[in-house]
């Protein structure tokens, strides 16, 4: 039996916090609500709690999880050193949804880090996240809590749809602010490297850092990623995802000759456009992701809409490519691996 709660973020019910944390306590298993997206908690320092979270997702075991904490005395006793680049970027974006890379102390076990000899902490800026650790005064480890594969859960109900039965409780927190997750970096080598990128872009630690790269795996399809999770196919919905890349005239003719393509072989179809050219799709079933001049917007509204495609039961999903700048190349970065490789060029502008 999964228990489920709502706690309101405006005033946290600390009695519900500590009940939760009793649960942790006892290495079961709590989802709880970060600004990026949902997280399924447990405690850090348990292989048997720890193993519950990779049972629980359906998660491959080399797929590392990142380590939450409230405080830096956590981070010291699960850490070697903070390599002064972190120290930099801990200062400017924690609490905050950037997780970095850290040598990891024997205390973490090779179940977290999938046998690598790194560990992926952030301090996440959620008041009912930061609480709930705070009280559990432990780290915690917290994957995206949807089945492995799924579009990461933003808000409860997605929750709820993948892990109700398969985890102790659920905190439902309302909608997550960022809705998608965090930028992992590292930093341990002489050029830092965005690993995934996330809601913190390459411009913005560009900012403080001055030189940083992202890992060339994320564009070149034969490089291995330095990130395992990079190289499962993420974010899809059952239905098959084309996703169009290059000039956005093109790709409006080119989703409107494949809608009706696919309708003409009685295919549920839906379209994932931008509010500048959503008047422009004729048929099939049509969602405006937003602007092309906010994609906090469009990342905000991305997950949602991916899990609204299995709702209506699409067979199939187009969407329109937006430009891979600041938090664009997070977005694009989702939708090409929702796609599986179904990708379509669409004139010169790629
Ligand atoms: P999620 O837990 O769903 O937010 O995904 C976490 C991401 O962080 C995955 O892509 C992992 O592969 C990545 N990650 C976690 N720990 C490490 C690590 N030690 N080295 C590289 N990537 C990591
Ligand atoms: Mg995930």
Partial sequence: MTKIIKIDKENIDEALIIEMSHIIKNNGTVVFPTETVY?????????????????????????????????????????????????????????????????????????????????????????IALKLIEACDLPLAGPSANISGKPSPTTAEHVIKDLDGRVDAIIDGGDCEFGMESTVIDVLNETPMILRPGSITLEAIAQTINTVIYDPAMIHDTLIAKSPGQKYIHYAPKGEVYLYIGVPSDIIDAINQATARFINESKKVMILGTEENIMAYKEGIIFNLGSRTNPMEISSNLFSMLRKADELKADIILAEGIDEEGLGVAIMNRLRKASGGRIINCGELI
């Fill in 39 to 127: 997280g399924l908690g447990a405690n850090a320092l348990s292989d048997v709690a720890v193993a519950k979270i990779f049972a629980a997702k359906g998660r491959p075991s080399d797929n590392p999880l990142i380590v939450h904490v409230s405080n830096i005395e956590q981070l010291d006793k699960i850490v070697e050193i903070i390599p002064v680049k972190a120290k930099i970027l801990m200062d400017k974006f924690w609490p905050g949804p950037l997780t970095l890379l850290f040598k990891k102390k024997a205390i973490i076990s090779d179940l977290i880090t999938g046998g690598l000899d790194t560990v992926a902490v952030r301090m996440p800026s959620s008041r």
